[in-house]
């Protein structure tokens, strides 16, 4: 079965940093575009960050940028999202999705029905 493996979560305090880790299991990254989305209970899945395939272009949602860094160092099958700065309006549960059809948006950054391969999350909790 191909899809993400996200790892990297934990708890840490307001100002503090985390790497997440979003390793593709049973496929390649090549080709497509990986989108990282977070999501609260209750709340839909919202698109953070994103790296644009073939280009490598990076995009952030308003929320992120500056604090938090998308990369997909070349030879390895994993995504990063480096986070620094974290607030307590960042803890979610952290995804990885994949499209070969990356649509950016105005009002949103991603759109969660394009991208394929959802992993299981992981958590971030930001508190003092």
């Known amino acids: 079965q191909s899809q993400f493996v996200e790892s990297g979560g934990g708890r840490v305090q307001p100002g503090g940093s985390l790497t997440l880790s979003c390793y593709a299991s049973?496929?390649?990254?090549?080709?497509?575009?990986i989108g990282w989305f977070r999501q609260v209970p209750g709340k839909d899945r919202e698109g953070i960050a994103c790296?644009?395939?073939?280009?490598?272009?990076?995009y952030y949602t308003d929320s992120v940028k500056g604090r938090f860094t998308i990369s997909k160092p070349r030879g390895q099958n994993t995504v990063f999202l480096q986070m620094n700065n974290l607030q307590p309006g960042d803890t979610a549960t952290y995804y990885c999705?994949?499209?070969?059809?990356?649509?950016?948006?105005?009002?949103?950054?991603?759109?969660?029905?394009?991208?394929?391969?959802w992993g299981r999350g992981t958590q971030v909790t930001v508190s003092s």
């Open positions: 049973g496929f390649r990254l090549d080709g497509y575009s």
């Open positions: 999705g994949a499209t070969l059809r990356l649509r950016i948006g105005v009002q949103r950054l991603l759109y969660p029905v394009d991208f394929e391969k």
């Open positions: 790296i644009a395939s073939p280009d490598e272009t990076t």
